[in-house]
């Protein structure tokens, strides 16, 4: 018996067991909670439908970036929080901190604006009672999932 699965968003190995759920009778593990809230609202975008790849298997990144101004530069100690901690998360590429402008570079595939800024209200706490509504006020949504969508593989009629 298989001891591991591969987490269809990022690919990494995983207990079947890990945040498991199921979609169209298949079994799916993941990762993390990111992961898995990834494929919940974009299954086909990593499990294609039958004839047709999806694009996480043709090996597709949906790189964007996310630049923003503080209202206040970070002192060198709070930016490399900010750094460290989101850097951990799935799909970032890159996170620079140049006084007051963050810019996040990150696959859209793996993670999502609101993951990002979840992850940043978690540190703004962490930095003090003024960081997170500051920094979550230097971060702009932007109409990812419109972009997602039309990356998603759509099942023909006949397959759901």
Known sequence: MNDSTKDPVCGMQVSPDSYA????????????????????????????????????????????????????????????????????????KHIEVAGDIVSITYDLLQATAEQIEERIGQVGLRLGTEWPARLQRGFVHYLEEVEVGNLEVKPHSGHY
């Open 21 to 92: 759920i199921e979609h169209l009778g298949m079994h799916y593990a993941f990762c993390s909670r990111q992961c898995q809230d990834r494929f919940k609202a974009n299954p086909h975008l990593y499990v294609g439908v039958p004839g047709q790849m999806a694009p996480k298997h043709k090996g597709v990144e949906v790189l964007k970036q996310r630049r923003f101004r503080l209202e206040q530069p970070m002192s060198d100690t709070d930016a490399s929080i900010l750094v460290e901690a989101l850097g951990t998360m799935m799909g970032i």
